[in-house]
């Protein structure tokens, strides 16, 4: 019998929860293997890779979330990307927006408040890990901290830069939803609206985000008002509306780490 592929993920991702949703909406039976950050590089050097998601495959290794993407829709039952050319060009013109305006300013805003709250941090670090990373993660979250704030330049100042950037993208995706329309691209759910809402969910706290995030009545109040200011605007309220809608058609296809805590 065929081994599932493998998805190696770190938990509080919003790029590996990109992955993730493509791989559940296309139907594919795979294996979760989330790591602690730092020690994900363990198991991603051993393959030829730096970063997370990485998707291994019989005969494939997927070094990022848009390969990903594309393979989950070539290889399951639903297509993210439209057949017609010019629809298709679309959508990964507003996939690779999103990767650039939304992806690493998300990432920048978030930790500009986690890392000063390790007690937040470390549970969406050892979400559903090994044991033994489980039980390194106290000392890992604070080796870490100080690692992610000079390879990601966080502070106050450059995680409020960063929402700044982050909602003027939201803004771009309000005008672009002005004519009513449903999804940003076409008449059907793509991998547009996928990685707009992946990379976005973490700004509204989406109730059924895949990825790990802290209770939303435990974070820095804050962070709860900038929550809940997206939340009210028109492309936040959109993010929300794909999560109620579209993430709970996407079947759980993956299978999790045996190993794993629960």
Excluded at 204 to 222: E, K, N, R, T, W
């Amino acid at each position: 019998m065929e081994a599932l592929p493998r998805l190696l993920t770190i938990p509080l991702s919003h790029y590996c929860e990109k992955a993730r949703w493509a791989l559940d909406r296309s139907r594919i039976a795979y294996r979760e293997e989330p790591h602690i950050p730092l020690l994900h590089r363990l198991h991603t050097a051993r393959i030829g890779c730096r970063s997370v998601p990485v998707l291994v495959t019989g005969s494939e290794i997927l070094p990022d979330s848009h390969s990903i993407v594309r393979w989950a829709t070539t290889h399951g039952s639903d297509r993210l990307y439209p057949v017609e050319a010019a629809l298709c060009g679309k959508v990964l013109e507003v996939e690779r927006y999103v990767d650039r305006e939304l992806g690493p300013h998300v990432r920048r805003w978030a930790y500009s408040y986690l890392l000063g709250e390790p007690g937040l941090l470390a549970p969406c670090f050892a979400r559903n890990v090994t044991r033994l990373e489980r039980l390194l993660a106290p000392m890992v979250v604070q080796a870490a901290r100080p690692l992610i704030r000079r390879a990601y330049r966080v502070d106050e100042a450059t995680g409020r830069a960063s929402l700044a950037r982050a909602e003027e993208a939201l803004a771009e995706v309000a005008r672009w939803l002005a004519d009513g329309r449903t999804y940003l691209v076409g008449d059907s759910f793509t991998a547009a609206d996928l990685a707009f809402a992946s990379l976005a969910a973490p700004l509204v706290c989406a109730p059924q985000y895949g990825g790990a995030m802290p209770p939303y009545d435990s974070l820095p109040a804050p962070m709860r008002s900038d929550i809940e200011r997206l939340r009210a605007s028109r492309s936040g309220a959109f993010v929300l509306e794909l999560y109620a809608r579209e993430r709970a058609k996407s079947q759980r296809g993956h299978t999790p780490n045996r190993k794993a805590s629960r």
